[in-house]
């Protein structure tokens, strides 16, 4: 199995990732900077702007789901046999219940360190570590935001926070990407080969 580029995915997956983020901090800014400018524009077609972002969202997950499958399948086609993880089960584990809290995590930091050339794949590193946690956080400040109903004060705060936490994430997530994509970038190359054996 050749190894694939990820130029392509890697666009497409930070060009989501930053589209994205931009709904929450704009409906953060503009309730309190330009609040009846908010209540005129904004507020009829809330609706249909947290529909788009759902769909971005969606289509967001599919692609960053490939771009993790594929970076996956090039450690394997360079023949790095010690992974623990195989290029399908580091999108999967998303979906397992409470083992979605840490096993994410370690196949991304597996991947993390096996683009980048670094031994054993389960040290830790810094930026991995980070984005997880900002993808938790997220998490429960999206919970948080769910459970408000119609509680002002509690959805707002929780309205600051999801801006705050999804721009973090956003962030975090294009780091990450961009660093596993440099990694990988060397991987077709014949004398590496020995590298990672």
């Known amino acids: 199995m050749p190894v694939r580029s990820l130029r392509i995915l890697t666009f497409f997956v930070v060009a989501l990732v930053a589209i994205g983020a931009i709904w929450a901090p704009f409906v953060a800014l503009t309730v309190t900077l330009a609040p009846e400018w908010f209540a005129v524009h904004v507020s009829p077609v809330a609706q ?24 996956g399948s090039n450690l394997v086609a360079v023949g790095m046999e010690e992974l623990e993880f195989t290029p399908a089960a580091r999108i999967w584990w998303f979906a397992v219940p409470f083992a979605n809290f840490f096993k994410p995590y370690q196949g991304m930091l597996e991947l993390w360190n096996a683009s980048r050339g670094t031994w054993p794949h389960n040290q830790t590193a810094p930026l991995p570590a980070v984005w997880w946690a900002c ?9 948080v935001l769910r459970l408000a109903g119609d509680d002002r004060s509690m959805a707002f705060t929780a309205l600051y926070g999801s801006a705050i936490a ?23 190359q014949e004398d590496l080969s020995a590298v990672f054996a």
Do not use: K
């Not at 769909?55 to 490939?66: A, I, K, N, Q, S």
């Not at 993808?135 to 919970?143: C, F, P």
């Not at 975090?172 to 077709?188: F, H």
């Open 48 to 71: 249909i702007g947290d529909g788009c972002e759902l769909v971005v969202r969606l289509v967001t997950f599919v692609v960053f789901g490939r771009w993790i499958y594929v970076a």
């Open 166 to 188: 999804g721009t973090a994430l956003a962030a975090t997530a294009i780091a990450l990407v961009l660093g596993i994509a440099r990694g990988q970038s060397a991987l077709g």
């Open 135 to 143: 993808w938790l956080i997220y998490g429960v400040i999206a919970q």
